[in-house]
């Protein structure tokens, strides 16, 4: 057999894994969630309200904002803090939107928003699991669940928008009192999880929906004037105050590497 032969008819080479495109769940992760939700709430209400952009031209500007960051998570070889957690700070801006477009601009009930999104979820999620066999929130390593899981994290922004408005317009609820509220449902779902033995996949979702609602309260008491029941700290330092804060923890992150699975090595791209 000649060495040419055998190098097209031989043992082909094992293929190289490639690297996970996701942190750890830590609790860095959930708190930097819950920034980002609130940022999402706080921003877009200054872009729609204070700079006079609306709900149609901050929709616009968000969304292509979104779509050149996903662009560039879609191209990092692994997990980049930086890189990910833009994303996912625009995804839940886009989201918020997304829901506000359709109350606000075409009146569309929360209660059917809240149903469609829901829907639109759960049918992410069986695409999702009929395609790759899995639904691990630990490892996005291919394309296409990377795809898949941008999907499921843009629906639950965009559900748990118009399921928190819709209990806080149906229950009138205060900012504090609400967020008290998700709260504590987040921790019951935490129980559940590691003392009865509720599923990773569920638990991990549910709380993902959960935390865009309670992040909003909160951005909502600290920017809100006080005579509608919040701090008056308004949007502008609200937003510059939590954004500040995800900086400081994604750059902890990013030199510590306390989120990266599997032992990878976070190295930067080479320039």
Not at 13 to 34: D, G, L
Not at 103 to 115: C, Q
Not at 216 to 239: C, F, K, N, R
Request: hydrophobic share 55%.
């Amino acid at each position: 057999m000649t060495y040419e032969t055998h190098q097209l008819h031989g043992p082909a080479a094992p293929a190289v894994p490639r690297r996970n495109k996701v942190p750890e769940i830590t609790a860095y992760f959930w708190v930097i969630k819950v920034l980002c939700t609130t940022v999402g709430e706080t921003a877009a209400d200054y872009l729609n309200a204070q700079l006079g952009l609306g709900l149609t031209g901050t929709s616009c500007v968000m969304t292509a904002l979104l779509a050149f960051a996903l662009v560039a998570q879609f191209r990092t070889a692994a997990y980049r803090p930086a890189v990910y957690w833009l994303v996912v700070v625009l995804v839940s801006v886009v989201g918020t939107l997304i829901s506000d477009n359709l109350t606000d601009n075409l009146g569309v009930p929360l209660e059917f928003t809240t149903a469609v999104f829901a829907v639109a979820l759960a049918a992410t999620f069986a695409l999702w699991s009929r395609a790759e066999g899995t639904l691990s929130i630990h490892r996005v390593d291919s394309v296409r669940r990377e795809g898949f899981f941008w999907a499921a994290v843009l629906f639950t922004f965009a559900l748990g928008t118009a399921a928190g408005d819709l209990v806080a317009e149906r229950m009138a609820l205060g900012y504090w009192v609400a967020a008290v509220l998700f709260g504590l449902v987040i921790a019951a779902i935490a129980v559940a999880h590691y003392a009865m033995g509720l599923g990773t996949v569920l638990s991990f979702w549910t709380v993902y929906v959960l935390t865009r609602p309670l992040g909003a309260s909160a951005g909502d008491y600290l920017s809100q004037p006080s005579d509608e029941g919040g701090l008056g700290l308004g949007t502008v330092v609200t937003s510059a105050l939590f954004l500040a804060v995800i900086l400081g923890l994604v750059v902890f992150l990013t030199v510590s590497r306390r989120d990266v699975t599997d032992g990878e090595e976070f190295s930067p791209p080479a320039a």
